[in-house]
Every structure is written in C-alpha cells, then in structure tokens.
C-alpha cells in the first residue's frame, strides 16, 4: 500500500509540470504530457493519442487504485467488497501498463536529439521516473497466488477458486490465428511507410523504422540502436513466429517439449509490449520538436500500424491458453524434469 499510494502521488505530480524543455537557434519548445496527447490530436492521431493516455496514464492510475482498495481491505483484516471483481480487473490490465516503456523512450528521444538541441528536463520527468519506480516496487510485492489465499480465506462463501476447465481448442486457435493475420498484414505497412517525418530548414525527410536504426548506429549511438532494432524488429517478428508455431502446435497435438513451449510461451508474452517504444519515441518527439518550417516532427502511418501490430500481437498472447499445452499426456523427457 505505501508503494501504491507513493506512485499514485507521482504520477499526479508528473501531469501539471514540464516533462522537457527543446531549445535550438534560440527558439523553446516546452512539453508536458498533457501537451503530447493533444499535439498527436492536432496532427489527426487521435487513436495514437489515446494509445498513450491509456497505457501511461489511465491503466497504471486504474492498478494502483486496485491494489490501494485490496491492500486497505486486507490490512483490515476484512474482505474487499467484490474483491474477486477487483482481482481480475487487476491482472487483466497488468500487461497493458507501460510506463516504465514510456520512460525509456523518452530517454531514447533524448539521445536522438541530443545533437541538435539542449534539452533539459522538467519536474514532470523526475515525478514520472519515481511514480515508476514506485510502480515496479508494487509489481515486485505482488503475488496472484497469495492475494487469492488471502480473499478466499477472508471470504470463503463469496470467493470461489473452481479451476475452470480450458476452452475448446479450434477456439482458441481460431481467434489465436486472426490475430495473428492481421498483425502480420500490418507489419509489412509498420516496416516500409515512414514512421515519423522530418522537417529541416523546410525540407522534409521520413524515416522508417529501419531507416531510424541505421541512423543510430552510423552516429555511434550502439546501445541505443540495438535497442530499437530488438524491440522494433526482432522482438514483433520473433513473437509472429512464436504464437504461429504454438498455435500450429496446439492444433497439430504435438506431445513433446510442454515444458520448454511454455517458458518460450510466457517469454514472448512478457517482453511483446516493450515494442511500443519506438512508437512513444515519436510521440514524444512530435510534441516536443515544434519550431515551424525551422525544425519540426510529424508522425508517419507507420506508427499507427505499428501500434496495431503491437496491440494484435498481445491480443494473440492473451487469446492463447498455454494450458492447452498440458492437455495431452507429456513426453518422458518432460516428465523426468
């Protein structure tokens, strides 16, 4: 609880001040979040706008609201009303809160641009980093397990843990795959359109995700670099190709490797959402690079897309029931480990 409402308090604190301030040739750009969200409104992203209020604002301030309203309950030694309700609505919008996402590319924004401008950064920015870290305490004290044990040993005859049986496989599979063709149709418009679109001196230049990449390295950015080239590129494809092989798996009855399948399966769940960041990459530089025909930033269809391939993938990963792995009877190998 202390975490909780210690995060809660940061992440109100990072939303009146300013998150960076861009100046260049004499000329400032101020940003906060609030400005972010409607500079991608003024340039007719409306749902990349959203994206980012939900999964930086909205969903992390709806977590820590949750675990408040347990955490108070159960330090009382009392049941939460509708506790099971709150529990569920929980660890459903776990994995689509990516502050600490959102964090990491606003420092990646800030080595791209740290050549063409000074940046200094506000006290939203400091607030935002403590509400995170504050945020990855909470998640480190959380345990599904305990907190079940906990409401049902509070409230016995309104908690139920009946293990629900796994649903039908050609189900599962069959939604698994739509997601999963759609996401792969995306991909190709998220890697050939631009990304974003440069503007210098009024001369535009659009850059692709590769194109970004590239720029990186040949300016010796390394780590950076390979950081967007793995979350950008290797991570979506690699997790296309993953839940494809599961899914064909689970429909093909395969008897062997459950063990193995399921840590790849929860591997490429866990680390799926962290290709948002080249698209928070573009949010923050649309809203904080605006200085007219002298420098300015505009986002590409290809963040949109993106997006869409991000947000299908983990779609595909949460329709997927990794307990249908289990189904049939294990290997001798698995059953020896």
């Known amino acids: 609880m202390a975490f909780s409402l210690a995060a809660l308090c940061f992440l ?11 100046s260049v040739q004499g000329q400032f750009q101020r940003m906060n979040i609030p400005l972010s969200i409607s500079t991608l409104v003024e340039q007719e992203y409306p749902i990349l706008a959203t994206i980012q209020l939900l999964a930086i604002y909205v969903i992390p301030a709806c977590i820590l609201l949750c675990m408040i309203y347990l955490s108070y309950h159960l330090k009382r030694d009392k049941y939460p009303p509708h506790g099971g ?16 996402i959102f964090l990491v590319g606003a420092l990646i924004s800030l080595i791209k641009i740290r050549d ?17 870290l504050c945020l990855l305490c909470c998640l480190i004290y959380l345990d599904e397990f305990q907190l079940s044990k906990s409401l049902r040993r509070l409230g016995e005859q309104r908690w139920k843990l009946a293990k629900s049986a796994p649903p039908p496989v050609n189900k599962v599979t069959q939604r698994t795959w739509a997601y999963l063709l759609a996401a792969l149709i995306l991909y190709i418009p998220a890697n050939t359109l631009p990304i ?22 040949q300016d010796g950015s390394y780590p950076v670099a390979l950081v967007i080239f793995v979350a950008s590129l290797a991570v979506p494809i690699g997790k296309l190709l993953t839940l494809c092989w599961l899914n064909y798996s689970i429909q093909r009855q395969v008897l062997t490797g459950q063990h193995w399948r399921t840590k790849l399966y929860r591997i490429t769940d866990f680390i799926g959402r962290w290709s948002m960041i080249d698209v928070f990459v573009v949010a923050i530089l649309v809203s904080l690079i605006q200085l007219g025909n002298t420098m300015s930033v505009y986002p590409g269809p290809a963040a949109l897309a993106f997006s869409a391939v991000v947000i299908l993938t983990m779609l595909a990963a949460n329709s997927f029931d990794s307990r249908l792995i289990w189904t049939q009877k294990p290997d001798d190998n698995d059953t020896k480990q």
């Open 12 to 22: 109100i604190a990072s939303v009146p001040f300013e998150f960076m301030i861009f």
């Open 85 to 100: 309700w709150v529990k569920r609505i929980l660890f459903a919008l776990l994995p689509w809160s990516m502050a600490e």
């Open 116 to 132: 063409m401008a000074d940046i200094q950064l506000g006290l939203s920015f400091y607030a935002y980093l403590f509400f995170t």
């Open 196 to 217: 974003m679109h440069t503007r210098v001196l009024g001369q535009e230049q659009p850059s692709t995700i590769l194109g970004g990449v590239v720029s990186l390295w």
